[in-house]
C-alpha cells in the first residue's frame, strides 16, 4: 500500500544544492519585509495629502516632518497653511496610523489564534470578544450619546470585550486546561448569544441611533483621535514582542499538543498567555475601530503562501501587512464615495476576498498545500 | 543515560491505566514495551516526556525526576517520535526537521548553518533527504516517519521514545527503521506488537497488560508460551529463524470459537497453506 521508496533513491545531494533555495527564501523574505515598509510610507503620504483640502504629497510630508523634527523652516514660513497642518496633522495622519495599528493588531491576533487553537478558519472575531465589544458599544450608544454608567462609547465597547473574554475563558476551561476545540465551540455560541442581544437592541431602539449603530458594528477610524492610538498600540508592541520571542515555541505548537511538549514547550500555559493575548489584542482595537472582520482571517493566509508557516519569517510580514492592507482599505474608504465614508468591514470583504481567492487559485497556494 | 521507572502509577477519569510499573532502562540499551492495544504502553511513555503527569511514582532520566526538570532539560535528554502528527498548516520538510532544534535555541534569530547541516545530514541518514524542500503533508506515511525519525536524530538527545513507530510501514521500512533507531548507541524505549521485531531489535522487553508489568528481560526468557498466552490471549510457538537463527515466535488464535461449516474450511485450506509454505 505504502509507495515510499525502500532503497535510498539516488545519490544524497551535496549540502550545496540545498543552498539556492533557501538563498531564494531569504530574498523572497527580505523583499516582502522591503516592499511592505515602503508601501506603508507610500500610502501614509497619499493617505495624508488626500482629502477635501487640497494638499500635495510633498506638503503632506513636509508638515509630517516638521512636526517630528524641530526647527523646520517650512512649518514657519507660511507655505503651509494652518488649516492644511491642522489636516494632515491632526486628522488624517491618526487615522491612517489608527487604521495601521487596528490592522496589524487584528492580523496578528489572527496568526496567534490560528496557531492556538490549530485550526486555519480561526479569526479574533470567532472568540466572541468583537460581539462583546458590540453589545458594549450599542447599550452606550442605544442609551444615549453621553454614557452607560459614565463610560464613553470606547470605554463601553472595551468592558463589553473585556467581559466577553472572560466569559470565553471560563467556558472553555476544563481541569485548568484550554481545549482548543472547546474554546472555538465556546467562542462562537457566546458570540451567536451577544450578538442577538445587539440585534435586539438595535431593532428596539429609535431610528436615529441605528446609523451609529451600524457605522460601529461594520468598523470605522474616521473619528481618530492621537490618545486612541495609545491602548492600541502598547497592545500591538507588547504581544508582537512576546510573541516573536515565542515564535520557535508557536512553530512547535503548529506539529501538534504531543510533539511541542516533547519538544519542551508549556503547552497549557503556552496557549492560555495567546489566548489573553489575542483577546487583548482584539478588544483594544474593537473598542476603537468597531468591528472590522476579514482582516485577521486573510492576512495571515496570504503571508503563510508567501513566506510558509515558520513564525519568525512570517509574523514580521504578518504585523506589516496587515497593517498596509488596513490602510489602503481605509484610504478607499474616505475616497471611493466621496463625500460618503464606506464603513471598512464592507471594504476589507470586498477587496480582501477577490485578492485572497486569486492567491489561493495561484500555483505558490497549492505548492503550500491549500489544495488538500 | 539510563532512564527508571519507580513505581509509576496514572489514573485517567478514575481508571487505572498504569499500575505500580517499575522498571529501568541501563543507558544504551534498547527496551520494547510490548502488550495489547489500551495496556498502558503509550500512557507509560508519555510520563517520561513529561505529557503525562503520573498519580504517584516517579520517572528519572540519569537520576533525575523528569517532573522536576524544566520542559526544555527533559527535551534536551529525550527525543519523542510520536504516533500523533498532526498538519494543517503547510510545513516543509526542512522545517519539521529544523523543530528538533527548538529545544536547543532561544529567541528570534535565523537558524545558523551548523543547524541546516545537521539538518541535511539527519535527513541523508534517514534517506529523506530528496524530500527536503517538500511539504510535509504531502507526503506518504513512510515518508512522514522518516522526516519524524530524521527529527528525533537532529535533536540529538541520549534517549530516544518511540511509540509504535513501524505502524503503517511497509516490512522492508519496519527493518530500516529499527535499526536506523537502535544502531546509534542511544538509549531507546519503543512500544512495539511485532514480537519478532522486539526479538530482533530490543536487548530487554516488558510485557504489559491492563497497566501491570507481567514480565521485563530478554526477549526469549520473557517470550514463553505461557506469558505470551496469558499476555495476549494467543497460543505461540518457538521457532528458530530460517535464515537469523534466532528465536522466531509464530502465533495463532487460542482455541477457536466453533466456526460454521464454510468458515472452518476457509480456515483448514489457510492452515495447510501455512504449513506447506513453512
Redesign the interface.
Known amino acids: 500500500?505504502?509507495?515510499?521508496?525502500?532503497t535510498?533513491?539516488?545519490l544524497?545531494?551535496p549540502?550545496v544544492a540545498?543552498a539556492p533555495?533557501?538563498r531564494a527564501t531569504l530574498w523572497r523574505r527580505c523583499g516582502a519585509t522591503a516592499l511592505l515598509c515602503a508601501g506603508i510610507v507610500v500610502v501614509i503620504l497619499l493617505s495624508t495629502s488626500t482629502g477635501p483640502l487640497a494638499t500635495s504629497l510633498s506638503d503632506a510630508a513636509k508638515i509630517i516632518s516638521g512636526h517630528f523634527l524641530p526647527g523646520m523652516v517650512w512649518m514657519q514660513d507660511g507655505t503651509i497653511s494652518v488649516s492644511q497642518d491642522q489636516a494632515v496633522w491632526n486628522f488624517r495622519l491618526p487615522r491612517t496610523l489608527l487604521a495601521g495599528i487596528a490592522g496589524a493588531s487584528l492580523a496578528l491576533a489572527g496568526a496567534l489564534l490560528?496557531?492556538n487553537v490549530?485550526?486555519?478558519l480561526a479569526e479574533p472575531y470567532i472568540l466572541g470578544v468583537s460581539a462583546g465589544a458590540g453589545v458594549g458599544a450599542v447599550l452606550a450608544i442605544v442609551s444615549g450619546s453621553t454614557a452607560v454608567a459614565g463610560l464613553g462609547l470606547n470605554a463601553a465597547a472595551f468592558v463589553g470585550a473585556a467581559g466577553a473574554t472572560v466569559l470565553v475563558y471560563l467556558l472553555a476551561r476544563q481541569g485548568g486546561v484550554i481545549a482548543p476545540s472547546r474554546l472555538i465551540l465556546a467562542g462562537v455560541a457566546l458570540g451567536s448569544l451577544l450578538a442577538a442581544i445587539t440585534n435586539f437592541l438595535t431593532i428596539t431602539t429609535e431610528a436615529q441611533n441605528v446609523y451609529s449603530v451600524l457605522f460601529f458594528l461594520l468598523g470605522s477610524v474616521s473619528a481618530a483621535s492621537y490618545p486612541q492610538l495609545i491602548l492600541p498600540g502598547i497592545a500591538l508592541a507588547g504581544v508582537g514582542l512576546y510573541a516573536?520571542?515565542r515564535?520557535?515555541?508557536l512553530?512547535?505548537m503548529?506539529?501538534?499538543?504531543?510533539?511541542a511538549?516533547?519538544?519542551?514547550?508549556?503547552v497549557t500555559s503556552m496557549r492560555r498567555t495567546l489566548l489573553l493575548a489575542t483577546a487583548l489584542l482584539t478588544a483594544t482595537t474593537v473598542a476603537v475601530c468597531g468591528g472590522i472582520g476579514f482582516v485577521g482571517l486573510v492576512v495571515p493566509h496570504a503571508v503563510?503562501m508567501i513566506v510558509?508557516?515558520?513564525h519568525?519569517r512570517m509574523l514580521p510580514l504578518v504585523i506589516l501587512g496587515g497593517a498596509l492592507f488596513l490602510m489602503i482599505t481605509d484610504l478607499l474608504a474616505r475616497t471611493v464615495a466621496q463625500p460618503a465614508e464606506i464603513p471598512l468591514g464592507i471594504l476589507t470583504a470586498a477587496v480582501g476576498a477577490p485578492f485572497f481567492l486569486w492567491l489561493m487559485r495561484s500555483s505558490g497556494a497549492r505548492?503550500?498545500?491549500?489544495d488538500? | 543515560m539510563n532512564v527508571s521507572f519507580d513505581k509509576v502509577s496514572v489514573t485517567l477519569g478514575g481508571q487505572r491505566i498504569v499500575n505500580n510499573v517499575s522498571l529501568t532502562v541501563p543507558s544504551g540499551t534498547v527496551l520494547g514495551l510490548l502488550g495489547p492495544n489500551g495496556c498502558g504502553k503509550s500512557t507509560l511513555l508519555r510520563t517520561l516526556y513529561r505529557a503525562q503527569k503520573p498519580s504517584s511514582g516517579v520517572v528519572r532520566v540519569d537520576g533525575d525526576d523528569v517532573r522536576s526538570l524544566g520542559g526544555r532539560d527533559v527535551a534536551r535528554r529525550i527525543a519523542v517520535m510520536a504516533q500523533e502528527s498532526t498538519q494543517e498548516f503547510p510545513i516543509t520538510v526542512r522545517e519539521m526537521a529544523m523543530l528538533g532544534r527548538v529545544p536547543h535555541q532561544r529567541g528570534f534569530g535565523a537558524d545558523s548553518t551548523a543547524d541546516h547541516e545537521l539538518i541535511d545530514t539527519a535527513l541523508r541518514e534517514v534517506g529523506a533527504v530528496h524530500l527536503t524542500e517538500r511539504y510535509f503533508a504531502g507526503l506518504s506515511g513512510g515518508e512522514k516517519q522518516r522526516v519524524l525519525l530524521a527529527r528525533t536524530l537532529v535533536q540529538q538527545t541520549p534517549v530516544l521514545v518511540l511509540d509504535e513507530p513501524t505502524n503503517h510501514l511497509d516490512i522492508a521500512f519496519q527493518l530500516e527503521l529499527m535499526s536506523l533507531a537502535t544502531s546509534r548507541g542511544l538509549t531507546v524505549l519503543t512500544a512495539l506488537h511485532d514480537m519478532n521485531l522486539a526479538g530482533e531489535y530490543c536487548q530487554n522487553v516488558a510485557l504489559l497488560q491492563a497497566g501491570e508489568l507481567q514480565g521485563f528481560g530478554r526477549p526469549h526468557e520473557v517470550l514463553e508460551e505461557n506469558v505470551i498466552r496469558a499476555g495476549f490471549g494467543v497460543d505461540s510457538r518457538r521457532l528458530e529463524h530460517p535464515i537469523t537463527g534466532r528465536p522466531l515466535v509464530a502465533v495463532a488464535r487460542l482455541d477457536p470459537q466453533p466456526a460454521s461449516a464454510a468458515q472452518q474450511q476457509h480456515i483448514n485450506h489457510e492452515t495447510k497453506t501455512v504449513k506447506e509454505h513453512a
Open positions: 500500500m505504502n509507495a515510499s521508496p525502500r535510498i533513491p539516488t544524497p545531494r549540502v540545498l533555495a533557501r490560528q496557531t490549530r485550526n486555519p516573536m520571542l515564535s520557535r515555541a512553530n512547535a503548529l506539529a501538534g499538543d504531543e510533539t511538549i516533547a519538544l519542551g514547550v508549556n503563510r510558509g508557516s515558520d519568525r505548492a503550500a498545500g491549500v488538500r
